[in-house]
């Protein structure tokens, strides 16, 4: 039974950290129809600038230094760079091949700076664990759950209760529809864009907190974990991101609890089971399960 309720916990912590990610993901998706794969390159980012700057400023300092600083480079990405490509929803296709790109150069410089070190973030959690009963969780662990719980609802209420929620609802519903309306399109999708690089830079933290070692230059790659979290939800739900976030993180956690059962799926089952889920599930419900219905021409 503890062994049950240790993975239960595990894969909720990892749910509401790959939340952080997968929201960031149907955000910019929303705003601007554009499959972001450059995530993995930010939340390297915001990692890196936590562990390269806590020892000056404090864990806290640096957290908070790192969450602006991304989300700037963030919105830097999609003004300079992608809404030179097109703002149009045709050219959304080729603005995800652009982020492909950005994700090279920007990984390229982060790997070649960090090279093959570990990184430590300075969090202030370290190696503690707790004893909840029967079960004894990392102090990281509750942590993450706690302040993920926190951002994403925060994230909810910037979608439910201002302007620019409303606007990015509109954005999502008709786009030209909502710049006839006086929805300024490109703003919507700039502060979508510093929202989820924000966020990454959170999850950051919390990815390679203890049990972690630490932050390497393939810490970015953890980002393509939430990518199946995101599909499941259908793209353009916040809740669907939520569901399917905790669907994967308790699906890699039961896995690797309970690896020594599954070994004739082999050892490396527990790194595709997300995506087998992910495809598995798309069988039964091809647009996701929260996907919106569209109109239908009779």
């Not at 960031?24 to 990692?47: N, R």
């Not at 864009?193 to 990454?200: F, K, N, P, Q, S």
């Not at 393939?218 to 353009?236: D, N, R, S, V």
């Not at 669907?247 to 595709?272: C, K, P, R």
Request: charged share 10%; proline share 4%.
């Amino acid at each position: 039974m503890s062994g049950f309720l240790d993975n239960l916990l595990n894969g909720l912590a990892l749910g509401s950290v790959y939340a952080l990610i997968a929201l960031g993901f149907v955000t910019i998706f929303k705003a601007s129809g554009v499959l972001s794969f450059a995530h993995g390159s930010l939340l390297l980012l915001g990692g890196y600038l936590v562990a390269v700057l806590h020892d000056d400023i404090g864990f806290a300092g640096a957290l908070a230094v790192a969450v602006l600083a991304t989300a700037a480079v963030a919105g830097a990405l999609d003004r300079l760079v992608l809404q030179r490509v097109g703002t149009d929803p045709h050219s959304a296709h080729v603005q995800t091949i652009v982020t492909i790109g950005i994700d090279i150069v920007l990984v390229t410089d982060l790997a070649r700076r960090i090279g093959g070190d570990l990184l430590p973030l300075g969090d202030p959690w370290g190696a503690a664990v707790t004893d909840l009963g029967p079960v004894t969780v990392a102090d990281s662990r509750i942590a993450a759950i706690l302040v993920s719980a926190v951002a994403i609802a925060g994230a909810f209420a910037l979608f439910r209760f201002t302007p620019w929620g409303l606007s990015l609802r509109a954005a999502a519903e008709d786009g030209e529809a909502a710049a006839l309306m006086g929805v300024r399109l490109t703003r919507v999708r700039t502060v979508a864009w510093c929202l989820a690089g924000g966020l990454a830079a959170l999850a950051a933290v919390f990815l390679v907190a203890f049990p972690a070692p630490g932050l390497e230059r393939t810490t970015g790659q953890i980002a393509l974990k939430a990518f199946p979290a995101a599909i499941l939800g259908g793209m353009t739900s916040p809740v669907g991101a939520l569901v399917g976030s905790m669907l994967i993180g308790l699906t890699e956690a039961f896995v690797a609890g309970y690896q020594s059962d599954l070994h004739v799926l082999g050892e490396g089952f527990g790194d595709v089971a997300p995506y087998a889920v992910m495809v598995l599930v798309l069988l039964v419900r091809p647009a996701g399960l929260f996907a919106a219905k569209g109109a239908a021409r009779v």
